[in-house]
């Protein structure tokens, strides 16, 4: 059987999909790939040239981390793969804060130094600046992985599990599945138990314990997941998804060359 991906929900940041005819590993690698391995910009290093707010400069700098940026990762090179010594156009970009009291500062007071980025929401506060009180920061953004810190993670929520199907075998019509299950797996039609969505089953088994008849079977699938990914909006879902499996796929070609120079 062939690889097969079926869409369930596609949203600009939000993704459901099956993805059948694929090993555990293999539906694993595309989780870890999403999570772990696609570059992103982010915000690495903080210069404070006055900060007189409340918050410390330590901590203004994390929150400024964590802002998701929107850009093209393939813009930019790795640092430690740039030909430079410390830092040039390639690996690094800046932005800048220059805000004065009474104001909140938001994230889209931000100033990038490259008009081709911009931040994925334009309302998370940074810090309340009272009547006197400044900020005045400049930013680098330097390209990395999720696997190296969590600012640079691109699938916040991300994962997987085998797809469900729930059937009935014996059935009294007592209906007390229908109520006690939470993800409304079981419907009463004309006062007959009937089976609805068996894809939003959880596995929590609820149904077996109340099922008087024992008339309950929940079987997975071994080689097909149902996958959840929500992204922090820097990047689509689908663009995600893809840029995964191009990963995915450059590694395996990759590991192929190089099984195939050890057999010369
Ligand atoms: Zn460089």
């Not at 400049?138 to 916040?156: D, F, P, Y």
């Not at 590694?251 to 192929?256: F, G, T, Y």
């Amino acid at each position: 059987m062939g690889i097969e991906v079926k869409v369930i929900d596609l949203g600009e940041r939000k993704a459901k999909f099956i993805l059948s005819g694929v090993t555990p590993a293999f539906a694993n690698a595309l989780r870890r790939c999403m999570i772990n391995e696609i570059p992103r910009l982010a915000i690495d290093e903080v210069h404070f040239y006055e900060n007189t707010s409340i918050l410390f400069d330590e901590q203004i700098a994390l929150r400024l981390a964590l802002i998701p940026l929107k850009a093209d990762p393939t813009g930019y090179v790795m640092e430690d793969e740039c030909t430079c010594e410390d830092g040039c156009a390639l690996c690094q970009t800046t932005a800048t804060i220059s805000a004065e009291g009474p104001k909140m500062v938001y994230s889209s007071d931000l100033i990038m130094g490259d008009e081709n980025i911009s931040v994925a929401d334009d309302r998370i506060p940074i810090v309340d600046l009272k009547e006197g009180q400044k900020l005045l920061l400049n930013a680098i953004i330097r390209l990395g992985t999720g696997e190296m810190h969590a600012k640079w993670q691109s699938a916040v929520v991300c994962g997987y599990k085998n797809v469900p199907h729930v059937s009935i075998t014996d059935c009294n019509d007592c209906a007390r599945c229908v109520s006690i299950c939470p993800r409304d797996v079981f419907r009463l039609v004309d006062g007959r138990v009937m089976i609805g969505d068996d894809i939003n089953c959880s596995y929590c088994k609820l149904c077996l314990d109340v099922c008087e008849l024992q008339g309950i079977v929940i079987e997975e699938e071994p080689d097909a997941f149902l996958f959840t990914l929500e992204t922090d909006g820097g990047m689509s879902a689908s663009m995600t998804i893809a840029y995964a499996i191009h990963l995915l796929k450059e590694r395996a070609i990759r590991l192929k060359s190089a099984l195939e120079s050890l057999a010369h």
